[in-house]
């Protein structure tokens, strides 16, 4: 069984960075995509950024040019800088990893998340 632990969390001033770290344990596959999301009380979780294990990246358009994901896929580690943090950051983030099975079907795998306040 695959566990995703998410690293990195915690409360920082606007403008300020923050940098999560993800790391896979268990039966590693090759994830073809990993990546983050975040939600916060009453809304839906949502895409902040993916990466394929080709290094190709997707990112929500309230982060471009702010965040940067990248991975080792070596041992299926995924990270994401935040830099200028702004409140509306504020969330809890998600690690995830999918990978496509033999039988034709996206699996993903979840972490646990990771608590990101931005507040002065």
């Known amino acids: 069984q695959v566990q995703l632990v998410e690293s990195g969390g915690g409360l920082v001033q606007p403008g300020g960075s923050l940098r999560l770290s993800c790391a896979a344990s268990g039966s590693i596959f090759s994830f073809n995509t990993m990546g983050w999301y975040r939600q916060t009380p009453g809304q839906q979780r949502e895409l902040v950024a993916t990466i394929t294990r080709a290094g190709v990246t997707n990112y929500a358009d309230s982060v471009k040019g702010r965040f940067a994901v990248s991975r080792v896929n070596a041992n299926s580690t995924v990270y994401l800088q935040m830099n200028t943090l702004k409140p509306e950051d504020t969330a809890v983030y998600y690690c995830?990893?999918?990978?496509?099975?033999?039988?034709?079907?996206?699996?993903?795998?979840w972490g646990p998340g990771t608590q990101v306040t931005v507040s002065s």
């Open positions: 995830t990893a999918g990978y496509w099975g033999e039988d034709s079907k996206w699996y993903y795998y």
